[in-house]
C-alpha cells in the first residue's frame, strides 16, 4: 500500500528554476533514504541527489552546486530544488526510498512514476 508520487515538473527556460516534491502515501514506520534519480532520452537512469534520514546529502557532480535535496522525516517527503537549468537537465525525474512499513521487517525500495522535467527556449 506505501505509494510515491511526484510532482513539480513542468517546461522552463534554460537559467530557470524548478522544485520537484515527491510524498510518500501509506502505513509507514520509516524511511531510511529518500532521492532522485532521472533518465533522458537513449540513456540509462542516473542517480541525482539522495538524502538519508540523518540529513546527510550526495550528488551527482554534474548537479552539484545547482540543485539541492531535501527531506522532511516528519512527512517522509523528498524534495529537489532545481537552478539554472540546462538542456541537458531534460530528463523524466523518479523518486525513490527506502522505506519501512508498519509490520514489516526491514525496509524495501520503491519508486514513482516520473515527472517531465523540459529545459528548452
Known amino acids: 500500500q506505501v505509494q510515491l508520487m511526484e510532482s513539480g515538473g513542468g517546461l522552463v527556460q534554460p537559467g530557470g528554476s524548478l522544485r520537484l516534491s515527491c510524498a510518500s502515501s501509506g502505513s509507514i514506520f520509516r524511511a531510511y533514504a529518500m532521492g532522485w534519480y532521472r533518465q533522458s532520452s537513449g540513456n540509462q537512469r542516473e542517480l541525482v541527489a539522495t538524502?538519508?534520514?540523518?540529513?546527510?546529502?550526495n550528488y551527482a557532480d554534474s548537479v552539484l552546486g545547482r540543485f539541492t535535496i531535501s527531506g522532511d522525516n516528519a512527512k517522509n517527503s523528498v524534495y529537489l530544488q532545481m537552478n539554472s537549468l540546462k538542456p541537458e537537465d531534460t530528463a523524466i525525474y523518479y523518486c525513490n526510498a527506502q522505506l519501512q512499513p508498519f509490520g514489516a521487517l526491514y525496509a524495501s525500495d520503491y519508486w514513482g512514476q516520473g515527472t517531465q522535467v523540459t529545459v528548452s527556449s
Open positions: 538524502v538519508t534520514s540523518g540529513g546527510d546529502t
